[in-house]
């Protein structure tokens, strides 16, 4: 870091200063978030939920497509306008496209006060403090990540620290999530910035793997499982929170556990997970079709308290499409998993994304992917058209289609997923569905059945629900759709 005179700096307020966290991405970045907010509250920063009560505004972004990139950088701007008509004096940018782009970044957006990668993230508060004060931060050179250890703001010495503001959490609460508590490795510091009964709960940061058109490892670095004990432990705390469902997040969740020496942990931590106080539900998101196993599938179809609910990453079904994309499977593997999955649970939920007009697909490659969705009956699939991603191997292919091309076939995948998931969801008109409520707007009560996850599964609209509150979960019956949502009625029936 370098920093201007001390004469030409602004000075640092007596006050505490006002911190507005603004989160895009996944909900692994959801988590991130509430682990710097935890590290800025334990240092003095007062969290405020508008940009425009900030003294800083830290922009948490996305660099994972380019839409999300675009998002980032309005997002980031933005909040820079907020320094000439409001109290804000800085906006720092952090996340996946700081860390992913680093000094380029920093250059090519100079309304951003700062740039800063992963590494800052343990020292986040001085860091905020000293930009405050008018200090310039030397943005990172970005570097692939893949050999070392993913940074996310963990405690290797927790012992001295507190997290005031914490409503109901005791000093026996705040030592299972790393806060007053004996250093005994990494220990999450965390602060929830939605009170929703939904809560993100990290299994493990970065990715193993080398698919040929993902980024992901080369910021996030290499795979690396959360010890069960912190994650039982932040799950445990979750529920002190509010959280009823606890939706576990990572970039891989089929991996837990291979580097603790036992692939089987995530099977074995789901009871004990489902098992908590206050907590009714548990999601696994993102599963590797040629890494779901047997017992993973039978942990998640019937461990009471696990939704029966598969996020299963298929990405393509034409086998010559998945060698280029370095994954594995075909049609009649993924199928195969998928008529194992509903022999466990017949009612279970799942998703998948794809991605079209991939370097050399072919038409006959385009339509096995369709014929493979049509067979698969899912209840929701993103559709995703290839563009090349910086540093990735697809991005040197031969056999790029062009933009007119990628974007026909995208809009027609779309077209078909739409109508496939539109029926799926028909498919499910005279079911019964426990629905997790959260949000009343209007006399309108909203939430999600157990086949739906949070975000990008659509809904479920409770009509004639009176009394109903966020929280509850509602048994009800599904009476008819509107897309891949659900209108459904209450039976009176105990969840």
């Not at 006002?18 to 682990?35: F, I, K, M, P, Q």
């Not at 380019?66 to 907020?82: F, Q």
């Not at 959490?169 to 007053?180: F, H, L, Q």
């Amino acid at each position: 870091m370098t920093t201007t005179p001390a004469d030409t700096r602004r000075a640092v307020p007596a006050t505490p200063l006002n911190v507005a966290v603004v989160t895009l991405g996944c909900a692994r970045n959801e988590v991130d978030s509430e682990e710097l907010a935890g590290r800025l509250e334990a240092d003095g920063f007062v969290l405020v939920e508008d940009p425009e009560d900030a003294d800083t505004v830290v922009v948490n972004t996305c660099g994972f497509v380019e839409a999300a990139k675009k998002d980032s950088v309005d997002t980031l701007l933005e909040a820079a306008d907020l320094k000439e008509s409001g109290r804000p004096q800085s906006v720092v940018a952090v996340g996946c496209l700081a860390e992913r782009y680093g000094k380029d970044l920093a250059d090519s957006l100079p309304e951003a006060d700062a740039v800063l990668g992963f590494d800052d993230y343990p020292d986040i508060a001085a860091r905020l403090r000293s930009i405050v004060a008018g200090e310039v931060h030397e943005a990172h050179t970005p570097s692939d990540r893949r050999r070392l250890l993913p940074i996310s703001p963990v405690d290797r010495d927790a012992s001295s620290i507190s997290v005031p503001g914490h409503a109901g959490t005791t000093p026996a609460d705040a030592s299972e999530i790393g806060v007053g508590a004996p250093a005994t490795g990494p220990r999450t510091v965390r602060r929830r910035l939605d009170s929703g009964p939904m809560a993100p709960l990290k299994l493990a940061s970065g990715c193993d793997r080398r698919c040929s058109f993902c980024a992901i490892p080369s910021f996030r670095g290499s795979f690396v499982s959360r010890r069960p004990s912190d994650v039982l432990a932040e799950g445990r705390w979750l529920a002190t929170q509010g959280a009823r469902e606890l939706f576990l997040v990572s970039e891989n969740s089929t991996s837990y556990g291979k580097d603790l020496g036992d692939l089987r942990l995530l099977e074995t931590m789901l009871p004990e997970l489902a098992a908590i106080d206050g907590v009714d539900r548990v999601r696994v998101s993102y599963l590797q079709p040629a890494e779901t196993r047997p017992g993973l599938i039978e942990a998640i179809a019937d461990t009471p308290g696990v939704v029966p609910y598969f996020d299963l990453s298929f990405q393509h079904a034409s086998a010559g499409v998945l060698r280029r994309m370095r994954r594995f499977g075909d049609p009649e593997s993924f199928l195969d998993l998928l008529a194992r999955i509903r022999a466990q649970a017949p009612l279970a939920g799942v998703r998948s994304n794809v991605i079209v007009g991939f370097p050399g697909e072919t038409e006959d490659d385009l339509q096995t992917l369709c014929d493979f969705l049509e067979a698969a009956r899912m209840d929701v699939t993103g559709v995703f058209g290839y563009s090349d991603e910086d540093g990735t191997e697809a991005a040197s292919y031969d056999g790029k289609l062009d933009e007119d091309e990628v974007r026909a076939r995208t809009e027609h995948v779309t077209a078909l997923v739409e109508e496939l998931n539109a029926q799926r969801a028909e498919e499910r008109i005279g079911e019964m569905v426990s629905v997790l409520v959260e949000s009343l707007e209007d006399g309108v009560v909203e939430g999600r059945a157990e086949h739906q996850g949070p975000e990008v599964d659509g809904t479920t609209l409770l009509e004639l629900a009176d009394g109903a509150q966020v929280g509850d979960i509602v048994v009800a019956e599904v009476v008819a759709t509107d897309g891949v949502d659900l209108i459904a009625r209450p039976t009176g029936a105990a969840a």
